[in-house]
């Protein structure tokens, strides 16, 4: 992902060498286990309503490379035993994508030899114990959510890391812009299958939590994705798919802005503007009909605050 990083950076490489994998999909204890490719599988809740995130788990000559750790310990250590039932190979790295108890809570269920890969400022985010690491999981699931155990990440790329091997070549980055969903999204890539695993860039009917994250950056950051052209998209939830999921919730985001900048335009008042968005009829073709209210006033309300900063930066009236 050369083209959408933009800087220079500096790149480890690590060799290794990949087994053969099973092409089958089965259901494995909690989860759907979906082979997307030779060696690459994606884990996620078998079970509608399920605390259950996804991890994506890629085979390597020495070891398995785990994309996001579940909830909690205790999805992760059901997790571990679903992965095992597909090889015995240990876990040598496992990758957060963003520093959200969805994402990351279940990291202190991993071995302790485990390498824990995550960009600054998600392991910046998990080390602050001020740093409210489950406040999207309340939100989405309710108040009776305990906060378990952080472990800080060990490993944090400073441009893109690298992990080679002769079957797949890994590319483990954070994003150039942040924040964009969260102050330490990564991606990772698997370039030879066409395969991304991006967190919660993406969410189930356009659902998305904005909380300490920027829609002009999340705009971007799809844009940047769209550009290298992935084969299967990988989130948080929901099955793999193609990029139409991706451009859908770029356009909607896309949308909320120009309805904001036009009410800067028409010089509407900033307290007024999400009441005049929510009551367009528009906004319920660029978002699905789940999203709660709530969650749809919250990005109008963010997106009144970027545009309005930018036109201050800019001295315009």
């Known amino acids: ?28 204890g909690r ?17 509608a309503g399920s605390e ?48 959200h108890a969805d994402a990351a809570g279940g990291a202190s269920a991993f071995p302790l030899e485990t390498a824990v890969i995550a960009s600054q400022g998600c392991h910046d ?34 441009g893109t890391l690298l992990l080679d091997d002769t079957k797949h070549l890994v590319r483990v980055f954070p994003l150039p812009k942040m ?7 990564l991606v990772v890539w698997v370039p030879d299958s066409g395969v991304i695993a991006i967190g919660d860039l993406l969410f189930p009917s356009r659902a998305l939590w904005i909380k300490g994250g920027d829609l002009g950056n999340w705009i971007d950051v799809l844009n940047g994705l769209l550009e290298e052209r992935p084969k299967i998209v990988v989130t948080l939830r929901g099955p793999a798919e193609d990029t139409l999921e991706m451009r859908r919730t770029r356009d909607a985001v896309a949308w909320i802005r120009g309805q904001v900048q036009q009410a800067f335009v028409d010089r509407l008042a900033p307290g007024i503007m999400p009441d005049r968005i929510m009551e367009s ?21 963010q997106a009144v605050r970027e545009v309005q900063e930018f036109r201050r930066r800019h001295s315009i009236s």
């Open 31 to 47: 989860f759907a286990v979906d082979t997307l490719a030779d060696g690459i599988y994606l884990f996620r809740p078998a079970d």
């Open 281 to 301: 009829p528009d906004l319920a073709s660029q978002f699905g009909p789940e999203v709660p209210r709530p969650t749809l006033r919250a990005l109008i309300e």
């Open 179 to 185: 924040p964009a969903h969260s102050v330490g999204d």
């Open 52 to 99: 259950r995130t996804n991890s994506l788990v890629v085979e390597r000559d020495d070891g398995l490379l785990v994309v996001d750790a579940q909830p909690s310990p205790a999805a992760a250590e059901e997790l571990l035993r679903a992965v095992a039932r597909i090889t015995p190979k240990p876990v040598r790295y496992l990758v957060l994508s963003h520093p």
């Open 1 to 28: 992902m050369q083209r959408m990083l933009g800087i220079v950076v500096t790149t480890t490489v690590l060799s290794f060498m990949a087994p053969a994998a099973s092409a089958d999909e089965r259901r494995i």
């Open 125 to 158: 985010a998990i080390a602050d114990a001020g740093y409210d690491f489950g406040a999207e999981a309340r939100a989405r699931g309710g108040n009776d959510f305990k906060e378990p155990k952080r472990r800080i990440p060990t490993v944090i790329p400073v």
